[in-house]
Every structure is written in C-alpha cells, then in structure tokens.
C-alpha cells in the first residue's frame, strides 16, 4: 500500500456483491479484517488468547483514527457506541446549560441531553444553526453528514459562529469518517461509530477531545482501561487516570478492535478527497438519471413516502435503505457506475 491509497486500490480490498448501495447503515467488511478476525477467533476457540495482547491493537487502531481526521492519538478515546461517548460529555455540563442541536439529527447524539432533564434544550434546521448560536448557548451539536438525508453541515459558518459566542461544538462523524475528509481539530469534540463507512465491526467508537474542552469534562464512565497504566488500575481505590484522552476510554471489546484495526488502517492512508469524488460523483450519476437535481453528496435521498421506490430496488436485488419517507442510496469505495445503472433499471 502507498501513503496515499487509490479508489481503486481501496475498492480492490472489498468483495461486495453488486447493488450494496448501503453504507450509510452498514459498512463492508474488506478482507483482511475478516482474516485478522478469524484467525483471532481460532486463537480464541484453542485457548491462546492474552487479554494484554489487544493493548497494541487498541493502540494502532487509535493511532489510525488520528490520522483519519488529523489529530494527535493523544485527543482520542476509545468507546463502543456514540450514545455512551456522547453520555460521558453531557454529564459534565453544568446544569441549566443551553445545549442547541440540529433539528431531526440522530437521536445518539439527542438523547443524552433530553434524558439528563437537566439541560435547556434548543433545535434548529442544520442550515440555519450557525445563526441559531447566540450569547449563552454553551454547547452546538450536530453531524457532519446528516443521517436521513445526506446533507453536510456548513462548517465553516458554524464553527465561525460558535467561536464568536464562545461556544463549544460537539459533531458526530459517523456518516462521514471514511468517506469525506475530516478535520476533527476544528471541533471540541467529535464521535464516530466506526461500522458503517470505515468498515469497522460493530463496538469499535472514538471521541476526539481538544485538550482545553478536556480539561472541563469529568471522565463519568472511568474504568480500568481509563488507567495511566490500565493493568495497575484494575483493583483497589487508587486512581490514577491517564493525563491525556484516554481517561475517557472504555474497556475495548477485543475481537471488534482486531477487525478495525484492519478496516481503519485501510482507509488512514486512502486519499479520502479521492473517496469523496468517487462516491458524490455516482451520487450525482444516479440524480441525473433519476431526473432529480444533483445533490453532490455520497448519500442521495429523494422522497418515497410510501415505501414503493425501496421495494422496487430490493425486489430487483440492489440493497438500499429508507429513512424519514425517502429511499436512501449510499455510495462508497466498492460501487461502481454498474450500481447506478442497476438502480435506475430497478426505478425506470
């Protein structure tokens, strides 16, 4: 593999079946990650596995997640699901704080604050939360690729926004890590669930955290894996918790990290830019056929309020998704100009 990774040479890794237009809820596992797990799982089922052999898996996953959105390996924690990442925040706000979210977002990163009952609640439309921040907002959140629709965030509007209020931001990259550059240092903080487009199994999550918001969470799930040292802090009430992002780790789930360690290594050194050409470029083949407008995006959605469109695509075997009464196409790296084709025979 070279540092920069082609469309070509990333979408050679894969084996999907023809018509998987489905990233956005699951991704494909390459090769070597179901390789890497199943030789994992012999070593298991024959009694040779070591708990501490995971740490340096754990430790090259991270390491390749930091790269994926260019921060140091010092700013991210490792988690299993965004709702508990996004929980392990919400209970270090002081009560009472305004918390705006972009309206109809994924409720992982809702519910936390709704559910702490503690927090005055506000939704905006994605395209109007940059003008929805105000003096006393405390916190923005939002995707950077919305879940139902595809739609990308205005960053640079937000985030310009949340700086001249003084406001901190918490994105979910979920539906974008893997597929659309990510600068995760222009955030306080971000989580990703790394199963649909990094390809990763199920239970593998990361928080980054920039240093100064880290310094006023408190670490509420810290277990022993939150350690300095994670083998010492396994018994007793001596704490010592790591200094830098990882006293916001959770313990891994082992045979996940073994299949990640593979899928995200793949795509830290991918030509992501490259990804996102490829994938919106058939996302706006498939518009034009369609004869909607293009919607320059690696998920494109249209309405099918009653579920018809989707099944004419399942019925002839190209397995999309439907979300919030529309059919839901996601491209990635393993689609090609054959899917498009194929969709639009199923809708003509």
Known sequence: MTAQTTAAELAAEFDADPGYLAAATSGVAPRRAVEAMQADVERWRRGFIEPGGYDG???????????????????????????????????????????????????????????????????????????????????????????????????????????????????????????????????????????????????????????????????????????????????????ALARDARRFDVSPAWQAFVGAEQSIGLFADADVSALWQHASGLGDALCRGLGIPEQHRAIVTWADPDGGRLARLTAAGVRASGRAGRVRAAFHVWNTEADVEAALRALA
């Open 57 to 239: 898996v754990v430790c090259r996953t991270r390491e390749s997640f930091a790269r994926l959105v260019d921060v140091a390996a010092s700013r991210v924690a490792i988690g299993s699901q965004t709702s508990a990442l996004v929980a392990n925040l919400a209970g270090s706000l002081p009560t009472g704080t305004e918390v705006l979210i972009a309206d109809g977002d994924f409720t992982s990163i809702v519910y936390p604050f709704l559910v702490a009952g503690r927090f005055s609640v506000r939704f905006a439309a994605l395209d109007e939360l940059a003008a929805a921040i105000r003096p006393g907002t405390g916190l923005a959140v939002f995707s950077l690729v919305q879940s139902a629709t595809g739609e990308l965030a205005d960053v640079d509007a937000i985030t310009a926004a949340a700086a001249a209020n003084g406001v901190a931001t918490l994105v979910d990259v979920t539906q974008a890590a893997g597929v659309h550059p990510i600068e995760a240092g222009r955030f306080d903080a971000t989580v990703c669930h790394a199963y649909k487009w990094l390809c990763a199994p199920r239970g593998v999550a990361f928080l980054t955290v920039a240093e100064e918001f880290a310094e006023r969470l408190v670490p509420v799930a810290a277990g022993w894996y939150a350690g300095a040292d994670p083998w010492q802090s396994i018994y007793g009430e001596r704490m």
